[in-house]
């Protein structure tokens, strides 16, 4: 299983919670970048730590993977980097873009 750690909250990952976007970057995510992500930091890396049907947990809450881009986990072990939207798929899904249900924004802290 592949687990990573919140180590940062950007000061404004806040303003995406009533889209339901997400957005994770790994500790090496520039400074423009960090306001709006979640920084992580992995602790054990699976070779395809994605997977349509897999689960995406924070803390206690538990959210299953409904659709998954081409390259999500290309991104997701290179830079720590998806986008995850508490949505249905749109028509097309994007390349690092990970969709998830249900539809309802985690709560994240530092640590989890």
Not at 83 to 94: A, K
Not at 103 to 112: C, Q
Request: net charge negative; charged share 25%; proline share 6%.
């Amino acid at each position: 299983m592949t687990k990573s750690v919140v180590k940062e909250i950007g000061i404004l990952v806040e303003t995406f919670k009533e889209d339901k976007i997400l957005i994770l970057f790994g500790p090496q995510a520039p400074k423009e970048l960090r306001e709006m992500s979640v920084i992580h930091e992995f602790e054990n890396l699976e070779v395809e730590p994605l997977k349509q049907g897999g689960t995406i947990q924070f803390g206690d809450e538990s959210f299953t993977i409904t659709a998954i881009g081409d390259h999500a986990n290309k991104n997701f072990k290179e830079l720590g980097h998806i986008s995850i939207y508490f949505q249905d798929p749109m028509e097309e899904v994007l390349p690092g873009a990970v969709f998830a249900a249900p539809h309802s924004f985690p709560i994240i802290n530092e640590g989890t």
